[in-house]
């Protein structure tokens, strides 16, 4: 596992600064902001379709061995992605099963889709305006209830849209920024995600965690919201070059794989491949290529 980055301590503690308080108007309202109730049966369920619907689409979902999620330490967990393809949700819900499984999750969606599937609420996710104060004053209030408890986890894409991953260099919305200099203590977590073809007809979704920041408010270091935007920004960065550079190696033994997908042509050409090698009295595999 990958432990908290060494950096210099104006990088890694947090000052709560009024000044950063005072950047939407408003104060410490966390504990007055009502959380979503998440159904665990209807979680349970959309998980398992979500697993279901990406092993139907994809040829594996992997992990890089090298970028392996940290150890949460107890803490409540911030996981910043890039934001490339509609897939990102179910991946993630994917992921957060394998290896969070005693967090609850959390994640932002616009407030206008959230009215038309009102379901996405018992899952977790919370209405916020886009592109509006109010809606940055929503996202920082709900954000900071959800990181009161250590056993809660934060799922966004400050990108804000979609974005191809090869897009330098990498900018966020201010919400991140400003989120880090109101919380008491979380764990700030960047994660890579690529959806590439290798060698067989589906293709292979291949993601990365990066180095977590361990972010707190008992010391006074002077780090702004810009600045904190702008030092996750470069940590995702960095987690999406490593990531781009396994997916150029292709090389199955730099990753774990998670789930196995489809495979092979399909039709009547599998069928024929299957007959033929039962008639030489060889093991019948439907994949393409080796990896």
Known sequence: ???????????????????????????????TRQLPKV????LRWFIWYSRRYVRRHFHSLRVS????????RELPLVIYSNHASWWDALVCL???EQFFPGHTAFAPIDAAMLARYKFFQRLGFFGVEQHSRRGAIQFLRTAEAILQSPRNLLAITPQGRFVDVRER???????????????QRALFVPFAAEYVFWEERLP??????????????????????????????QKLATAQDALAAEVLRREPGDFQILLRGG????????W?????????GEKFRKEHGSK
């Open 39 to 42: 159904s665990r049966p209807l």
């Open 1 to 31: 596992m990958t432990q908290s980055a060494s950096i210099p301590r104006t990088e890694f503690q947090l000052a709560t600064s009024s000044s950063a308080h005072s950047a939407f108007g408003i104060g410490n309202l966390a504990s």
């Open 204 to 233: 292979e979704i291949l993601v990365r965690f990066g180095e977590p920041v361990h972010v707190c408010s008992t010391h006074t270091a002077d780090f702004d919201a810009k600045q904190w935007s702008n030092f996750f920004e």
């Open 65 to 72: 061995l090298k970028g392996l999620p940290p150890e949460t």
């Open 94 to 96: 994917v992921l957060k």
């Open 272 to 280: 024929w491949r299957a007959a033929k090698a039962k008639w030489r």
């Open 169 to 183: 260099p990498i900018r966020f919305e201010s919400g991140l920024g400003h989120l880090a200099t109101r919380v």
């Open 263 to 270: 495979a092979g042509q399909g039709g009547v050409y599998d």
